[in-house]
Every structure is written in structure tokens, then in C-alpha cells.
């Protein structure tokens, strides 16, 4: 009796149209759920450096440079050049070697001074009587200013990074007397607003207006580290320059030596 009662609540209970069938089969399933996610802070404090300097959320790219024999004699030629200048001889071969010239100019000269200092480097590293012969036979004028910049695209991608000609307008018509920096090799490798403008920029302006007799204009672009060299153009006065205002990098590796200002 007792088993033909079990059998029968057993039929019962595996009915698919019985209540407790459907209990059972439609019991909520236990599945593992995400309650909290914890934030790596490295990474917070990453995202903000890249929007301190202008990057973007991705992932920060730093060029790699595949310097040739040339371009290894040209920065090795200039590192020297800057050494002499600034009376301190460091032991660092090719780029880091020049950088590392130009962060003693920073920390030993004043921003006039580290602008006196490269040029007298630049004097060194480009002789004279080969400037004039330049000068002599490129005066200004619509080829020289285009001549002047595919040279620069050319030969100069060792200091500043890979470059390409565009146009610009001058007296009315266009030029291809601009040489663009995808992302200025120098202002990557110092990271430093005032070594862009004092041992860079205003340095530069005034050599090749003074050794080639061209006016010269550089405008960095401190968000993406772009740059733009226009040949023919004169620079802003000093008071307008936005360069000369733009506020030092908060992840500066020379931030720590100088003041509020970059430029000081």
C-alpha cells in the first residue's frame, strides 16, 4: 500500500503539468555577478598626465627613432657643439647625449643666457663662410623659402622628427615655404616646454635670420607636440608670442628646477 502511494506521488511530482515540475524547473539558477571593480590608480593617474600634455585616452606613443650613420654624425656633431658651449662634457652618446647638453644648459644659464648658448653652439656646428656663400646665393625669395624647406624635410628629420612641406600664404599668394613636425623629436625627448622655446625656438629664429638673412617663425603646438617652421615669416614680438605663455608641463622632467613659469 505504502509503496504504490510513493510510486504514484513520484509519477506525480515528474508530470511535466504538475506544480512542483514547474517549481523545480523553473528555479532560479545561481550565476556568478560582478559587484565591484576596483580601479587601478597607476592607470588614473596615467590618463591624466596624457591629458596634461594633450594626449588623448588611448594609450601614449613615444616614437622609436632608427637614427643611420648620418643622421648619428650630425647629432653626435651638434651634441659636441652644444658641450663646448656650455663648458660641460658629458659622456652619452647620439641623442641622449643631447639631450642631456641641452638639460645642462637649462639648469645652469638663465633663458637669455641658454638662448646665447645654442647659438653660439650653432656657430660652431655651421661654419660661417658656408652659411654666407648661402646667404650670398639664396636671398629671399619665393624659391629660396621653398628651397629652405624641402632641405629641412630632407636632412634635418635627425633633430626634429619626420617632417613634410605644406603651403602657406605669402604676400598674397601660396608657398610651400612651411615644414610641418608630425611630433617634434626634441620636445618628446626633453619634455619641457622652456627647453622647446629657450634652446629650440627663439634660439633658432634668430640663427637662421641672422646667418641666412630669412625670416623665420617656429610655432610649436604644446597639445599634440606638433610644430610648424615657416620660412619667410617674422615672428611675433615677444609680448604676443603664445609660446612664450604657454604653462609648463605637470609631468616636466626639468619641472623641479625652475619656477611656476616654464620660461623663467
Same mark, same amino acid.
Given at each position: 500500500?505504502?509503496?504504490?502511494?510513493?510510486?504514484?506521488?513520484?509519477?506525480?511530482?515528474?508530470?511535466?503539468?504538475?506544480?512542483?515540475?514547474?517549481?523545480?524547473?523553473?528555479? *532560479?539558477?545561481?550565476? !556568478?555577478?560582478?559587484? =565591484?571593480?576596483?580601479?587601478? *590608480?597607476?592607470?588614473?593617474?596615467?590618463? =591624466?598626465?596624457?591629458?596634461?600634455?594633450?594626449?588623448?585616452?588611448?594609450?601614449?606613443?613615444?616614437?622609436?627613432? &632608427?637614427?643611420?650613420?648620418?643622421?648619428?654624425?650630425?647629432?653626435?656633431? +651638434?651634441? &659636441? #657643439?652644444?658641450?663646448?658651449?656650455?663648458?660641460?662634457?658629458?659622456? $652619452? #652618446?647620439?641623442?641622449?647625449? +643631447?639631450?642631456?647638453?641641452?638639460?645642462?644648459?637649462?639648469?645652469?644659464?638663465? !633663458?637669455? %643666457?641658454?638662448?646665447?648658448?645654442?647659438? %653660439?653652439?650653432?656657430?660652431?656646428? @655651421?661654419?660661417?663662410?658656408?652659411?654666407? +656663400?648661402?646667404?650670398?646665393?639664396?636671398?629671399?625669395?619665393?624659391?629660396?623659402?621653398?628651397?629652405?624647406?624641402?632641405?629641412?624635410?630632407?636632412? @634635418?628629420?635627425?633633430?626634429?622628427?619626420?617632417?613634410?612641406?605644406?603651403?602657406?600664404?605669402?604676400?598674397?599668394?601660396?608657398?610651400?615655404?612651411?615644414?610641418?613636425? $608630425?611630433?617634434?623629436?626634441?620636445?618628446? =625627448?626633453?619634455?619641457?616646454?622652456?627647453?622647446?622655446?629657450?634652446?629650440?625656438?627663439?634660439?633658432?629664429? #634668430? @640663427?637662421?635670420?641672422?646667418?641666412?638673412?630669412?625670416?623665420?617663425?617656429?610655432? *610649436?603646438?604644446?597639445?599634440?607636440? #606638433?610644430?610648424?617652421?615657416?620660412?619667410?615669416?617674422?615672428?611675433?614680438?615677444?609680448?604676443?608670442? !603664445?609660446?612664450?605663455?604657454?604653462?609648463?608641463?605637470?609631468?616636466?622632467?626639468?619641472? $623641479?628646477?625652475?619656477? !611656476?613659469?616654464?620660461?623663467?
Amino acid at each position: 500500500m505504502e509503496t504504490s502511494v510513493v510510486r504514484q506521488n513520484m509519477i506525480s511530482i515528474s508530470t511535466p503539468t504538475s506544480p512542483l515540475w514547474k517549481l523545480i524547473k523553473h528555479k *532560479p539558477q545561481h550565476r !556568478p555577478c560582478v559587484v =565591484a571593480v576596483l580601479r587601478n *590608480p597607476l592607470s588614473d593617474i596615467a590618463g =591624466a598626465a596624457r591629458k596634461t600634455i594633450g594626449e588623448s585616452d588611448s594609450p601614449m606613443k613615444t616614437n622609436i627613432y &632608427k637614427d643611420n650613420w648620418f643622421d648619428r654624425l650630425a647629432i653626435n656633431h +651638434l651634441s &659636441k #657643439s652644444v658641450q663646448e658651449a656650455t663648458g660641460v662634457i658629458n659622456h $652619452k #652618446s647620439g641623442y641622449e647625449g +643631447l639631450v642631456e647638453a641641452a638639460n645642462v644648459a637649462k639648469h645652469k644659464f638663465s !633663458p637669455v %643666457q641658454q638662448q646665447e648658448v645654442v647659438i %653660439q653652439a650653432l656657430d660652431k656646428a @655651421f661654419p660661417k663662410p658656408i652659411l654666407d +656663400l648661402i646667404k650670398t646665393l639664396l636671398p629671399p625669395s619665393k624659391f629660396a623659402r621653398e628651397y629652405y624647406a624641402v632641405f629641412t624635410t630632407l636632412f @634635418f628629420a635627425w633633430l626634429v622628427g619626420p617632417s613634410e612641406v605644406r603651403e602657406s600664404e605669402v604676400n598674397g599668394r601660396r608657398e610651400k615655404n612651411v615644414v610641418y613636425v $608630425k611630433k617634434c623629436r626634441f620636445l618628446e =625627448a626633453t619634455n619641457c616646454v622652456g627647453m622647446c622655446t629657450n634652446i629650440c625656438k627663439m634660439p633658432s629664429q #634668430s @640663427f637662421i635670420k641672422d646667418s641666412l638673412g630669412m625670416s623665420f617663425n617656429m610655432v *610649436p603646438n604644446f597639445d599634440d607636440m #606638433s610644430c610648424e617652421m615657416i620660412f619667410g615669416q617674422d615672428p611675433p614680438a615677444l609680448a604676443d608670442d !603664445p609660446a612664450l605663455k604657454q604653462p609648463c608641463y605637470k609631468l616636466c622632467k626639468a619641472y $623641479k628646477q625652475h619656477g !611656476p613659469s616654464c620660461h623663467d
